[in-house]
């Protein structure tokens, strides 16, 4: 095990911890005073409508503030060590989050401003979110931190594509973080996850050397300690919500960590919650459409709502996943360091 990368980890993890809940401390009375709250959809669950009906959003800013400020300051101390240069992998995936969020503050701004829960157009946001991808990995290739070879977890088996590696990438991203935006439904589900997914990155980065655990270790601890310091407030009943602006980032920041360390599908087995949550929607609205809008597959879509209309409370949904979410990542650390 790395100690060095321990002790960096802890020292990050509690300062963003400690700088996520203080500005959410400030941050949310603001959102309140501007009537920056939540309008929820007529076809969601009817308790939703009364319970969650203008809660402060985009509560997101408050860990993402947190995140860079801590990181910034670790880069500072870097460059006067003359290790800076180190952190390119860090800096590009905190990139690929900021950007995802600037899209997700974009679509909030407009569902606030419009009083709905409409904001941007899904093929803008779409768009959008491919052409940040796509930087990305362009990026990531011409700084020598991204290569073409594909590992399948669980086997020995690797495969070089290519070119064709590349378009998986921007798919596989632009996938996951819209899976961490659906998932972002019940209080404190989308932050639980992301904090035990990073947990699992966190324990990969221990056992590595190089520029891509460090950074992996610098990133996973800015994580944990963002969500947890916004769990705080989030924890049902929620006093806020991190919005699109916190999901999508989120949803970067986790797919840019199995990317530093060239295991994409990774993020596939140690965030199946998400995966899940993605394809439930898909195949609701497949199954809907094909049967001629007569047929439902789940009684709501994403899941989680499947089971609040089966009478689960959203502290039940949030623990169950959250147990789920150990397991596979369990399974994530017997395809690592097992296989």
């Known amino acids: 095990m790395n100690n060095e990368h321990v ?3 802890l020292i990050v993890m509690l300062a963003t911890f400690v700088a ?3 500005l959410l401390r400030f941050i949310i009375p603001i959102l309140r005073a501007h009537k920056l709250g939540q309008t929820i959809l007529e076809i969601g669950p009817i308790w ?3 319970d969650k009906q203008g809660t402060p959003t985009m509560g997101g800013i408050g860990f993402i503030i947190a995140m860079l400020l801590v990181l910034l300051t670790v880069t500072v101390v870097s460059a006067i060590r003359g290790t800076v240069r180190e952190l390119a992998p860090l ?3 905190l990139g690929l989050g900021v950007a995802n969020g600037m899209i997700g503050f974009f679509d909030d701004y407009q569902k606030l401003v419009k009083k709905q829960n409409e904001g941007l157009k899904w093929y803008q946001k779409l768009t959008l979110q491919i052409l940040v991808a796509v930087v990305y990995v362009v990026t990531m290739v011409w700084t020598d931190n991204l290569t073409t070879v594909l590992h399948i977890p669980f086997t020995s088996f690797a495969f070089d594509l290519g070119f064709f590696y590349y378009i998986g990438a921007v798919v596989l991203i632009v996938g996951i973080v819209n899976s961490v935006n659906l998932t972002d439904g019940l209080d404190g589900l989308a932050a639980t996850q992301t904090v035990i997914v990073s947990a699992f990155f966190a324990l990969v980065s221990f056992f590595g050397f190089g520029a891509a655990f460090r950074s992996l270790t610098l990133i996973s601890a800015a994580t944990i300690g963002g969500a947890l310091g916004f769990l705080i407030y989030n924890f049902h009943p929620a006093q806020v919500f991190m919005g699109d602006t916190g999901s999508l980032f989120y949803g970067g920041i986790l797919v840019g960590a199995a990317f530093m360390i060239n295991e994409p599908l990774i993020i596939a087995v140690a965030g199946l919650i998400f995966v899940i949550e993605a394809l439930s929607d898909i195949l609701q609205i497949g199954v809907f459409k094909l049967s001629g809008r007569k047929k439902r597959l789940f009684k709501m879509a994403p899941i989680h709502h499947h089971f609040e ?7 039940k949904v949030v623990v169950v996943f959250s147990i789920c979410t150990v397991i596979f990542c369990g399974l994530a650390c017997v395809s690592w360091f097992i296989l």
């Open 7 to 9: 002790i960096e980890f």
């Open 20 to 22: 996520s809940a203080v």
């Open 91 to 93: 800096a590009l995936t």
């Open 48 to 50: 939703h409508k009364k």
């Open 309 to 315: 209309k089966c009478g689960w409370s959203e502290v």
